[in-house]
């Protein structure tokens, strides 16, 4: 196991440096720098900026010393934010954003693993049409559609929540079902595959011979190896995760990572790119690599691979 | 041929006809197709029929909601043609002096006279309504749609040579080459390519091609799904006796995916384009949405729900409608998808 991490982590750093170098090459052909305003700025002080953030440097240069800055944690400051460098903005807005997310999973999977084990449990009836037919809305609808039209019923229309805003509790209810319903759909999807796959298994009829109740049955023989394409399924969620969380920071106006990006592509902030997507590169690859741990913890015929 | 006349010949039915004929009988497929079908001539035949233009404004009819009519204003009674044409709402506001019933004999056609104006029912008839500049809504509906349309039908398009050809040709050529290509898919699947996709729109915003890279960017970031795919495919069946056959009398290994290989793989690569293309649609419109995506005068569904987000407080059917059309033909093509995988019997590669 631990072979197995290290060689997945030794993958990662070539990974890494294309990342970093593919970002790097793009947001510099972007057209317009970091210092290209609307109001024009008087031509010494752009070139003082110029200087103190090191745009005057050959390109070579400025390559491997972003790139030393990034392996050694020393973030320059930032063009957008004087004063901040990337990691202040990283560890002020990231964990609202992980909240977001963590929220979100929790909904649907509340949501989504019920309704598709239901379903898979009763395949053909209606307990398994009218949850699955309401499972493909919820794929149809995208985020940007769910999220103004919850802002708008419960918001507008009903009064209960805030449609804007990131401070009580309530704040977060439709961000994180906004995000969550997308992936309920989906879960209960994946659910009810695996499980009818299981569900026909000889050894879940030896547990049904043996007189097990059916609802042992299916929570606690089938779910084991029903649950498997959801947990192959959080890898790309996650990547999934960070873009929902680009729309939905935006709509409900979350002060997250993923608004932050967005702020940083358009403003052109470079080195406030380069970092947060390192940083989303290098959290996928985490999270992968979780997700493959899981994986063969739960299904022992993939340890010996 | 048979040596005994009498014997009638049946021809033999194909798989496609085989498919066809099970896909005629799954009705929610056949919705799907008809819906989309439907959809795609609407929307790149309308500027052919429809009286509207989606970039005409008329500033005084802005906003107006879905079937309200619009009330011609003259000043006097020989004026030919409308002076103004104004909405109801503002009929009722600044003219009427019982607003109600008289926007009643309006609309049931009566001419009236209001302290020496002439109102009378406009013939302009926004069935959805106009927008916040007085364009109609069903027109710019149509217009977003071509673009919506176009980039899912195009990107899918270019994610289909790429992914065909390189999952041909990482199957085909197995052993260690494969390994090393399918990693490589491993690797780029496990990336947040929206991130790619932002950035890239970042880089080549404001040129004029701008259309033309969100078709490319889209379609170089889906092809992975069907690389893997079709080099599940092409493993199956190279192995297969009339592969070897070819290979045997020496055909090309070119001529030999491109003629024995690529006609067995056609099924589930239907299949996956057919899913592709709402996907694509999806991340279009979520660039639209964001501002990163189709910039104006240009709309897609993606900026007219982003527009209609942004107003749907007063004005929530101009957040409804885009958001209606744009789900119903998600649906259709997913329902379509879904209804082609099980006439093909196409082994599920998801779910």
């Known amino acids: 196991m631990l072979r197995f991490i290290l060689i997945r982590l030794g993958q990662a750093i070539p990974i890494l440096l294309a990342i970093y170098t593919i970002t790097f090459f793009m947001v510099r052909a972007a057209p317009g720098g970091p210092f290209s305003q609307e109001r024009k700025v008087a031509p010494h002080i752009l070139e003082q900026q110029m200087e103190y953030y090191g745009f005057k440097d050959p390109l070579p240069v400025q390559f491997f010393r972003t790139l030393w800055q990034h392996i050694t944690f020393e973030f320059p400051p930032l063009t957008s934010y004087p004063g901040l460098t990337s990691k202040d903005i990283i560890v002020d807005t990231f964990p609202v954003s992980l909240e977001l997310g963590l929220l979100a999973m929790i909904v649907a999977l509340a949501i989504g693993l019920p309704i598709g084990i239901l379903a898979a449990a009763k395949k053909n009836s209606i307990l398994d049409y009218a949850p699955m037919s309401l499972a493909m809305v919820g794929i149809c609808l995208p985020t940007f559609v769910i999220g103004p039209l919850l802002a708008l019923v419960f918001g507008v229309w009903l009064g209960w929540l805030n449609i804007s805003g990131w401070f009580s509790f309530s704040d977060r209810i439709l961000p994180a079902s906004t995000l969550g319903l997308f992936y309920a759909a989906y879960i209960a999807r994946l659910t009810r595959g695996g499980m009818l796959e299981t569900l026909n298994m000889d050894y879940i009829r030896s547990a049904r011979a043996k007189g097990a109740p059916e609802f042992k049955v299916v929570i606690v023989h089938a779910l084991r190896g029903g649950i498997m394409p959801v947990v192959s399924f959080f890898g790309p969620a996650l990547a999934g995760l960070i873009s929902g969380s680009f729309v939905v920071e935006t709509i409900f106006q979350v002060p997250g990572l993923g608004r932050h990006f967005i702020q940083a592509a358009l403003s052109r902030d470079h080195s406030l790119i380069l970092s947060t997507v390192l940083f989303y590169a290098a959290l996928i690859i985490v999270a992968n690599m979780i997700v493959d741990i899981v994986q063969i913890l739960l299904n022992p015929k993939l340890r010996y691979q | ?351």
Not at chain 2, 70 to 79: H, P, V, W
Not at chain 2, 273 to 284: G, R, W
């Open chain 2, 1 to 351: 041929m048979s040596s005994r006349k009498d014997i009638e010949l049946i021809p033999a039915r194909s798989p496609w006809r085989d498919a066809w004929l099970k896909l005629g009988k799954n009705r929610l497929a056949m919705f799907g197709l008809g819906f989309f079908a439907t959809m795609v001539v609407l929307c790149y035949a309308c500027p052919l029929f429809y009286p509207h233009s989606p970039t005409s404004q008329t500033l005084s009819l802005g906003a107006t909601p879905p079937l309200s009519m619009g009330i011609e204003l003259r000043y006097d009674a020989e004026s030919e043609e409308a002076d103004e044409v104004i909405t109801v709402k503002e009929f009722a506001d600044v003219y009427a002096s019982n607003a109600e019933e008289e926007a009643l004999r309006i609309r049931n056609g009566e001419v009236i006279d209001v302290d020496g104006l002439i109102f009378s029912k406009s013939s302009r008839i926004h069935i959805l309504g106009t927008d916040g500049h007085g364009r109609d809504l069903l027109a710019r509906i149509f217009q977003g749609g071509r673009i919506s349309l176009g980039v899912g039908f195009i990107a899918t398009f270019v994610s289909l040579l790429i992914g065909v050809f390189y999952g041909a040709v990482s199957g085909y050529l197995g052993g260690k080459t494969d390994a090393i290509m399918m990693r490589l898919v491993d690797v780029l699947y496990a990336l947040p390519f929206l991130i790619f996709v932002i950035l890239l729109m970042v880089v080549f915003e404001g040129s004029d091609h701008q259309l033309f890279l969100i078709f490319l960017a889209i379609g170089a970031v889906e092809w992975l799904t069907m690389a893997r795919i079709v080099r599940g495919q092409v493993v199956n069946l190279k192995n297969q006796d009339f592969v070897e056959a070819a290979r045997a009398t020496g055909v090309r290994t070119f001529t030999i995916i491109l003629r024995h290989l690529a006609p067995n793989i056609l099924g589930p690569v239907i299949v996956y384009s057919t899913l592709l293309v709402p996907a694509v649609m999806l991340l279009e419109s979520t660039l639209s949405f964001l501002g990163l995506g189709v910039q104006p005068p240009n709309a897609s569904w993606g900026t007219l729900i982003k527009e209609g987000a942004e107003k749907m407080m007063v004005y929530p059917w101009l957040l409804f409608v885009p958001a209606t059309f744009f789900s119903l033909t998600l649906f259709a093509m997913n329902f379509l998808g879904d209804g082609l995988r099980d006439a093909l019997d196409v082994k599920s590669s998801k779910d």
